[in-house]
């Protein structure tokens, strides 16, 4: 088999997360050789540790890593020394191009994480690397763990949030595409059908599922949050619209969580 002719193979930084482990399932479905980075695996991207040895080798990366931190200091550092640490082992290593998932609205909202995720951008836009850059509306999932993580006893709060979810797995499967096409554009985004708010989602998640919780919503602090409850996190411009809309997400997480009989 010449070389021209080899499955490429992919890293995916973040491998084991909500996205990351539909991006692994999609490329190997392609034919795609995967190296999946994540802590659990024995990489990891703050420290470098792993991080050469498994992209040595590879063709892309997709970097669908995460921080889960809202503080701007720790977002902003984490977010950067990961970016920074994945373009020398790419630089190093010769892999050809960086596919980073992104979310819209970043550039204009001023709240922390949003902040560590331009400075994630920055890093790759002024890597040298052929880069291209998803940005992405928040996912059908995000209500769901909204009122996980934001929970007190029986009581949910749910953030005034504006956002047209759209499918993860659409979002992996755009990624996939971007990492295994001839040529990308640096940027592109991409949002759900239709426009909802936060709320709105959380109350049909649990209309659907049968949860029982007292849901309060609540605004996010600053003007940050203010943008995000009145479209900041919509796109403005040119973008693809994903198919799956979130009622019909909703039907098929219950059919899929059905027992059979």
């Keep these: 088999m010449t070389s021209q002719h080899r499955p490429k193979t992919i890293a995916v930084a973040g491998a084991t997360g909500l996205v ?28 470098g ?30 977010f950067t020394r990961m970016a920074r ?8 290593h010769g892999v050809g191009r960086y596919v980073l998932l992104s979310i819209i609205g970043v550039d204009e909202i001023e709240f922390g994480y949003y902040k560590g995720k331009r400075a994630q951008e920055s890093v790759i836009e ?27 006893g029986p009581i949910a709060l749910v953030p005034r949030m504006t956002s047209a979810p759209v499918a993860s797995r659409e979002v992996a499967d755009r990624l996939v595409e971007l990492a295994l096409a001839d040529e990308v554009p640096h940027r592109l985004e991409l949002a759900g059908p239709d426009t909802m708010t936060v709320p709105q989602m959380a109350r049909e998640f649990c209309r659907e599922t049968g949860r029982r919780m007292l849901r309060v919503p609540v605004p996010v602090p600053g003007p940050g ?26 039907v098929e997480r219950s059919l899929d969580a059905t027992p059979p009989a």
């Design 225 to 250: 949050g203010r943008r995000m409850a009145e479209g900041g996190l919509l796109p403005r411009g040119p973008h693809e619209v994903g198919v799956q809309t979130y009622r019909e997400w909703l």
């Design 126 to 152: 002024g890597s040298g690397l052929e880069y291209s850059i998803l940005r992405a509306t928040q996912f059908h999932e995000f209500a769901e763990q909204m009122l996980g993580r934001m929970r007190v």
């Design 49 to 78: 540790r792993g991080v050469g040895e498994s992209l040595a080798g590879a063709d892309a990366l997709i970097d669908v890593s995460n921080v889960l931190t809202q503080n701007e200091a720790v977002a902003v550092d984490r």
């Design 20 to 47: 990351g482990a539909q991006v692994v399932r999609r490329l190997e479905e392609r034919g795609a050789r995967v190296v999946p980075l994540a802590r659990s695996l024995g990489v990891d991207l703050t420290t």
């Design 85 to 92: 640490t994945l373009v020398d082992g790419c630089l190093q």
